[in-house]
């Protein structure tokens, strides 16, 4: 949900009634004034589910270009596979979106690569490793002055992997801030 003062937006997101988000935004979200809201959509597989009922739900809209770059089978805890920093920014370059909305993350308890060497899901070395590839995307993402939606990930089964997605999603809570 979005709120409007003269000054800000506040936007508060609530994933399954565990968490509640709410950020202060420096500024209200701005449609332009000449053409249409260009917004860029990305993530894995659950980012191209999300872009999917986006275009459904915008196919009328004449005021709206959804640009839907989603890539399954990709996150951020491994660059060898797909390097979303790399990609994003020629995504932000030939779309010029005004608002990019990220749907990342659910591939991404696992463990990864951190200067050479393995390190398992959520040990020290992986998380700081995380912070920074997340940290990137949403400075990439900003760098242009876009506005970014980072969604959350959502609450899964079985017990053990909803907790590793309640981690991530405190990497992106605390890199947003």
Known sequence: AA????????????AASTTTTTTTLPHPLSWPTHGKLRILEIGDSLGTDLGGGLSTELSGSHRVKLIQKG?????????????????????????????VIVFIGGNDEQAMNVKGHPAQ???????????????TMMTEATRAGEDVLWGGMTIMDPNGYRQGMEEINAIFAQEAT
């Open 3 to 14: 709120t409007r003062d003269s000054s800000t937006t506040t936007t508060t997101i609530a």
């Open 71 to 99: 890539k399954t089978l990709t996150g951020l805890a491994n660059a060898w596979s797909y390097n979303w920093p790399r990609h994003l920014r020629l995504l932000l370059h030939h779309s010029q979106p005004q608002l």
């Open 121 to 135: 899901f959520d040990s020290a070395p992986w998380r700081t490793q995380y912070e920074t590839n997340v940290r």
